[in-house]
């Protein structure tokens, strides 16, 4: 009996046993699979932070490439700019009384008083003066239509050299539109290269910030005040055209990107101008449309761009040029007829004109003109 206890407590030993060393081996193979997926796990990031890290590495190397790239370009646009702003500087040293008369623009508009020198940007040119004539054209983007080449080509082809030596020709782009002013100075740099080395062929740009708030016409209807934006802008590029030319010549021509000169006309203004008798007239009309083919001495620049700048909201500038006539040599109560008669004398008409205007697409935008005859 004794033996029998004896046996069984054995076997149920030997059970307990049994039973912890498969619970053992169960926990040892659950551990092992634990480990296995961990290790699995380590090696998964491992490889994840090594294809992060090439990757990391490729996009360093490209940045470091698109950093070289700006930096290149920066390094570009501050020579530019330097050569520029040397030349302005240049410019401005010879032409102290320019800096001064652009300086008055800062008491009609006093959004530009705390600019520094107010002056347009020079892209071309060698700051030729002393010469007879500037020619001034003002030109703007008038989409898929352009005449500045053929307008150009009749100006400088149509003078001698001598007439040439004796002139400036100054294209002023009054447009922000820098795909604008890049296609304009290609043109002239390719199509005018004696011009452009000799000095006599100049492009300037007009800083943008200068029309600001300038241009609002908002007491008018939407289609009206475009228009009237459009006249006020046109005003202005003419007076900073006026002034930048002002102390190159004695003589400065007021011409437009679309219009064409006849053979022999600078010539023709030349032997004009020195056989008038009286030096008492006010300006010269070599063409009866707008304000194109209009001639002014130099020194009387600074009083017509400062009547149109007081009134340069109010109306075109042509109709402001019959204003200051009016305001200057008509005097209060004075019979119309002795004053037309004055007028005759000292706003001196030349015929024929020596401009064909010929853009028929306008620089204000859809509006098409027909009017040919000048």
């Excluded at 703007?140 to 150009?152: A, H, M, P």
């Excluded at 016409?217 to 005040?225: G, I, V």
């Excluded at 109010?314 to 109709?319: A, L, Q, S, T």
């Excluded at 109560?333 to 004109?353: A, F, H, T």
Aim: include cysteine; proline fraction near 2%; hydrophobic fraction near 40%.
């Amino acid at each position: 009996m004794r033996t029998k206890q004896v046996n069984l407590l054995i076997t149920l030993v030997a059970v307990a046993l049994f039973s912890f060393s498969c619970f053992c081996i169960y926990r040892i193979t659950q551990t092992n699979n634990r480990l296995i997926n961990c290790r699995n796990h380590i090696l998964e990031f491992k490889e994840n932070m090594l294809h992060l890290r090439n990757k990391t590495e490729k996009n360093s190397q490209e940045m470091m490439k698109v950093l070289n790239r700006i930096k290149y370009e920066i390094t570009k646009r501050e020579n530019l700019s330097g050569n520029l702003v040397a030349q302005k500087a240049d410019i401005l040293n010879k032409n102290e009384t320019v800096s001064n008369t652009f300086e008055d623009l800062k008491f009609f508009f006093p959004h530009i008083r705390k600019e520094g020198r107010i002056y347009p940007d020079v892209i071309i040119g060698k700051g030729k003066t002393g010469v007879s004539f500037a020619l001034g054209i003002s030109t703007v983007n008038r989409g898929n239509y352009s005449y500045l080449k053929q307008t150009l080509t009749s100006v400088v082809s149509r003078m001698t050299l001598s007439e040439e030596k004796d002139s400036v020709v100054i294209v002023s782009v009054a447009d922000s539109n820098e795909d604008y002013l890049h296609s304009v100075v290609k043109m002239i740099t390719r199509k005018f290269k004696r011009q452009v080395r000799s000095g006599s062929l100049e492009v300037i740009s007009i800083p943008a910030f200068l029309y600001s708030s300038m241009l609002n016409a908002k007491h008018l209807a939407e289609a009206s005040q475009k228009l009237a934006s459009w006249r006020i802008k046109q005003v202005l590029d003419f007076c900073i055209l006026m002034l930048y030319a002002q102390p190159k010549a004695k003589y400065y021509l007021q011409l437009e990107d679309d219009i064409i000169a006849k053979e022999m006309y600078f010539t023709k203004i030349t032997d004009f101008v020195g056989n008038i008798s009286s030096n008492n007239w006010f300006f010269i009309e070599f063409s009866m449309l707008g304000f194109i083919g209009k001639l002014f001495r130099s020194e009387d620049l600074t009083h017509f761009v400062r009547f149109f700048l007081m009134f340069y909201k109010e109306k075109p500038i042509d109709w402001l040029l019959n204003d200051i006539f009016q305001v200057k040599v008509c005097d209060t109560g004075e019979d119309l007829g002795n004053c037309i008669k004055r007028n005759k004398q000292i706003r001196i008409r030349y015929k024929p004109s020596l401009f064909q205007h010929v853009g028929i697409h306008s620089s204000f935008p859809g509006k098409e003109q027909y009017e040919k005859k000048i």
